[in-house]
Nanobody
Framework: QVQLEESGGGSVQAGGSLTLSCAAS????????MAWYRQPPGGRRELVAS???????RYGDFVKGRFTVSRYNPDNTLTLQMNNLQDDDTALYFC??????????WGRGTQVTVSS
């Protein structure tokens, strides 16, 4: 069982920045993909950014160069630096991992609220 601990959510004014962090433990050596997803109020869950252990990084189309994801494999941590946040970035942000043989796991989510 992989446990995910998310941190860094909060409230910020439009144009501001936040950094989200996700730390994976409990069999974290088996992780292939680490990612951030988000779910806005009344909306569907969507990909923000993902990184394979040894592979490409993907971003959601809405990111448009504003966010940067980074991963530190020895600690299995994933960090999302979000700049120039806008109202429609308001959402519950979830950490997600896909393991090689143990399935997928989701964090509980951390709230990001952007106000103008």
């Amino acid at each position: 069982q992989v446990q995910l601990e998310e941190s860094g959510g909060g409230s910020v004014q439009a144009g501001g920045s936040l950094t989200l962090s996700c730390a994976a433990s409990g069999g974290a050596y088996s992780i292939d993909v680490m990612a951030w997803y988000r779910q806005p109020p009344g909306g569907r869950r969507e990909l923000v950014a993902s990184m394979k252990r040894m592979g490409p990084t993907r971003y959601g189309d809405f990111v448009k160069g504003r966010f940067t994801v980074s991963r530190y494999n020895p600690d299995n941590t994933l960090t999302l630096q979000m700049n120039n946040l806008q109202d429609d970035d308001t959402a519950l942000y979830f950490c997600y991992v896909r393991t090689y043989s143990r399935g997928d796991f989701w964090g509980r989510g951390t709230q990001v609220t952007v106000s103008s």
